[in-house]
Structures are given as C-alpha cells and as structure tokens.
C-alpha cells in the first residue's frame, strides 16, 4: 500500500467513525428525552437504562446507519480534497481515477466485512438485550388476541386452540389433527395444553385420542395428562416486535425453516432480515464509490453543493429501499428483489456516473 492509500485510507475510516459518533450521539439523545418519561412511570434502574438499553442501542444504530454515514463521509472528505486541488494534483501525476477508487473500496469493505460479522453474531445478541428492556419498560404489556387459531405444525399435522394465554403458556379447547391424502387419520383434543419449561414439551390435560379406521374408530379418553413434543414454542405467542434481528444468521435460517415447514404467513420479515445482512456490505461499496464520483470534480459551487448533491442521493436510495421493503412485506415483491434492487438500480447509476468523470 502506497503512502497516498495510507492517506486516503486514513481520512476515509476517521471521518466514517466521528461522522457515526456524531448522529448516534445525537440519536441517543432524542431517544432519551423520548423515553424518558417511560424511564420515569416503569421505574427503570439507571443502570439498566445505561448498560442494558443504552449500550445495546448504539451499535444497532451505528451499523444501521453505516451505508448511510459511509456515503456522507465519502462525500464530506473528498469535496474537501477537491476544493483544495488534491484531487486534481492526485490525477495529473499519473494516478488514474480507477486507481484512486482503490482505497475507497478497501475502506467500504473493512467497514462491510465488520458490519456483516456485527449483525450475523454479534448484534443478535446486543438486540435481544434491548428488545426485552423495551418490552418490559416502554412498550405495553403483550397480550396474545387471536381466537380460534390454526398454526401447521408438521407436513399434515394442524393444531387448533380457542384461546391462549402467554402469561401462564397454556391453551385452551386444543386439538392435534394428523392427515394422510387429505383424510383425517388421528384426532386428539385436550381441554387445556400448557408448556412444561423443565421438559420443553407441552402438557395435555383431559385428553381423549380419536383413531380413524377403514372399517372402525378406536377412541381413547382420559382425565389424567400426557406430554408431547411439538414444533410449536411459546415464543411463538409472544410479542413479535423486530424479533428478526434477535437471531444470529445461523439462528434466523433455522427460523425460516420451521415457518416454511409450517406453512406459515409472516415469513417476509425473516426473510428480508437474512438478505438485508448479505446485502448491505455490498451497499456500502456502491454508496461509498458513487460518493467518490458525485464529489471528485471541483465545482463551482463548492463544496456544500457537492453535500447537498450527496444527501439527495442519499435520501433516494433510503427512500427507494423504505418503498421496496414495504411491498415485499406485504407479499407483492419477492424479498430477495426488494433487498438486492437498491444495490442492483445504484449500482447501474454509479456505473454509468463513472464514465462522466475525467479520467
């Protein structure tokens, strides 16, 4: 590495790191005087607030906003070697502007690879932390609502129940129905299942097992109780709120799986959090390689055009990914499209921009 990398490379990572210092300050602030109140009417331990929610709640935000601040930054510091004819210096001694994006790339792809480690393992467990703090100290209290519920919990196997509650884990009126072709083989209804923490199984009291036959029914009734293993969990009852980014990505595909095998509605938001982790590396090369063309020239403007220029840019590409994510969780738009189309449609600009540059 050359000691124009070193340079460029020194400037690139130091004015990322204050510029993501700055904004989650300040966001951490807001949300303080935000919450505050919250703070206040649950009683929350200061040291809950600091370690638990505080200390959990920067880096989310930090590797939230890094593609964002990876553009920023890209565009602050170079319209400033710009309009101080570094820029200009650097390409008229014989340094090609392919070449000068060379450090740009080996900065966006430190920060990528450390934000894809972060959230692939890291994160999960910072978000599980803060996650649990909201819900007991800011968000209401989670009651499961749905009646009559159905859920598949096997290729052929459905449960029933008419009601649960999530403070004691139990279900009511519950039933197991097992098919084979489409025909009913086996019916157990119990009057109540509750989940045993100690076994991890569930526990059916007052159960009585129907047996479907060609040429007779065998039907089983008992007043005691009996335990089995389900692929239903009480988590599965519990408040969904941003619970995607609580799995690690080994986590997450396991998660995938088991609401594929279910059949399951809601799996859209899964999905896109396991795309969005490999998607996002490659968010921060394009943006930071799109920020080095919009403000390598000097203009006549200076540099606060060249800002403005970089935040307008900036805000189409959060605006365009907001509009895409939104359709693909309402099941119009294949999630891996609605994650991988910001990338795809920036890329192809950055790439036609590259040919505008003077070379």
Do not use: C
């Not at 008419?162 to 098919?179: G, L, P, R």
């Not at 997450?252 to 799986?257: C, E, H, T």
């Not at 000097?298 to 509009?323: H, N, S």
């Amino acid at each position: 590495m050359k000691i124009l990398d070193k340079y460029l490379l020194k400037k690139f990572l130091t004015t990322y790191v204050f510029a993501v210092f700055v904004i989650v300050l300040i966001i951490l602030v807001i949300d303080y005087v935000e919450k505050n109140d919250d703070f206040i009417q649950k009683n929350a331990p200061t040291k809950e607030i600091l370690l638990t929610y505080y200390a959990n709640l920067a880096p989310y935000w930090a590797n939230y906003i890094s593609p964002l601040m990876i553009f920023i930054s890209t565009v602050f510091f170079t319209a400033k070697l710009a309009s101080h004819t570094e820029i200009i210096a650097i390409l008229t001694n014989g340094v090609s502007f392919r070449r000068l994006m060379v450090p740009y790339i080996i900065g966006a792809s430190l920060i990528g690879l450390f934000s894809f480690l972060m959230v692939g393992w890291a994160l999960p467990k910072a978000n599980a932390k803060r996650i649990g703090f909201e819900n007991k100290y800011i968000n209401e209290q989670f009651f499961f609502s749905d009646r009559d519920f159905h859920m598949a919990v096997a290729p052929d196997t459905y449960i029933y129940f008419s009601t649960y509650n999530n403070q004691s884990n139990t279900a009511f009126d519950f039933t197991i129905e097992k098919f084979e072709d489409n025909q009913l083989m086996e019916k157990l209804s119990a009057r109540r299942a509750m989940w045993i923490d100690s076994l991890e199984k569930w526990r059916l009291y007052d159960y009585k097992i129907r047996d479907i036959g060609i040429m007779k029914d065998n039907l089983t009734i008992s007043r005691t109780h009996i335990d089995t293993t389900l692929s239903m969990y009480p988590t599965d009852f519990e408040s969904g709120h941003s619970v995607q980014e609580t799995f690690t990505i080994g986590e997450l595909n396991d998660q995938i799986a088991l609401l594929k095998s279910r059949g399951s509605e809601g799996i859209e938001p899964f999905l896109i959090e396991r795309y969005q982790r490999f998607a996002t590396p490659f968010a921060v090369i394009i943006l930071s390689v799109m920020g080095l063309i919009v403000s390598a020239q000097k203009r006549r403007g200076g540099v606060g055009l060249q800002i403005a220029i970089g935040f307008l840019l900036a805000f189409t590409y959060i605006l365009f990914y907001i509009m895409s994510k939104g359709i693909a969780e309402s099941g119009n738009m294949s999630p891996l499209l609605a994650v991988w189309l910001p990338n795809i449609v920036f890329g192809f600009i950055a790439f036609i921009m590259y040919f505008t540059v003077p070379k």
